[in-house]
C-alpha cells in the first residue's frame, strides 16, 4: 500500500484546499471529471492541468502545473504510470504539500523520491473514494 490512512487523512483534511488534477478536461466520460466534482462538492478548489487547458466545474485550466500562477497544495495525477514520474517531481518543485496517484498509477521510484524531498504521497487510491469516508 502507497500510502497509509494517516496519511490519506492528512492530505484530505490538512495539506489545503486547492488541487491541480492532471489530466482533468471537459471529456465527462473520464474518471478525472468525476472525482473533480465530488473534490468540488467537499469544499476543494480543483484547477484542471491538461495540454488544451480548458475551463472545467467552471475553474480556468492549464496546459501544465508550471503554467499555473499561484500556490497548489495538492496535486492529483491522472496519468498513465510511465508519465506520472516526472509530473511529480514537477510538483515537488513547484513546492505542493502532496502528490496524490490516482488508481492505478503508480511509479516506485517516484513514491521514493516524493517522500525523500519530504512531500507526502499516496499511489494508487481515489480522494473521491477516501474522503467520503472521512468522520
Known sequence: MYGDEATVRK??????DTWAVVGLSSNRGRAAYGVAQVLQR???RIVPV????????GEQGYASLADIPFDVDVVDVFVNSDLA???SDEA??????????????IDEAA????????????????P???IPLLD
Open 11 to 16: 492530505i484530505l483534511t490538512e495539506s489545503g
Open 42 to 44: 467537499y469544499g476543494k
Open 50 to 57: 491538461h495540454p488544451k487547458a480548458e475551463t472545467v466545474h
Open 85 to 87: 514520474g516526472p509530473i
Open 92 to 105: 515537488v518543485a513547484k513546492g505542493v504539500k502532496a502528490v496524490w496517484f490516482q488508481l492505478g498509477v
Open 111 to 126: 513514491y521514493e523520491r516524493t517522500r525523500a524531498a519530504g512531500v507526502d504521497m499516496v499511489m494508487d487510491r481515489c
Open 128 to 130: 473521491a473514494i477516501e
